[in-house]
């Protein structure tokens, strides 16, 4: 799926096959941004790497530490909000 963030467009996507948590890829140009995030068993952690896979291509310029702990409580105060992603027209828990 094609998102914009940060005044960049991307292409996100969801992969099974990957042995990190998710990454993301900027080599300047448009075509070649990428976010990948794993398809995790927990849908909160995958929840959580996506927010902070968009959080890295929003500002970059955060460090590792920074990044994760946004994400988490993000993640965090959506997923009690009742924040979900809908499959078949059911959340996914």
Do not use: Q
């Not at 068993?41 to 927010?51: A, G, Q, S, V």
């Not at 955060?62 to 946004?70: H, I, N, P, Q």
Request: hydrophobic fraction near 40%; aromatic fraction near 8%; glycine fraction near 8%.
């Amino acid at each position: 799926m094609r998102v914009r963030l940060g005044g960049k467009y991307w292409t996100l996507r969801f992969a099974s096959n990957m042995r990190d948590f998710g990454d993301m890829i900027d080599p300047g140009k448009a075509a070649g941004r990428l976010i990948r995030v794993a398809t995790w068993p927990c849908e909160k952690d995958r929840f959580d790497t996506t927010i902070h896979e968009a959080i890295h291509a929003i500002r970059p310029e955060l460090d590792e530490e920074a990044v994760a702990s946004t994400a988490t409580d993000i993640a965090h105060l959506l997923w009690r909000l009742g924040y979900r992603r809908i499959v078949g027209g059911k959340p996914v828990e």
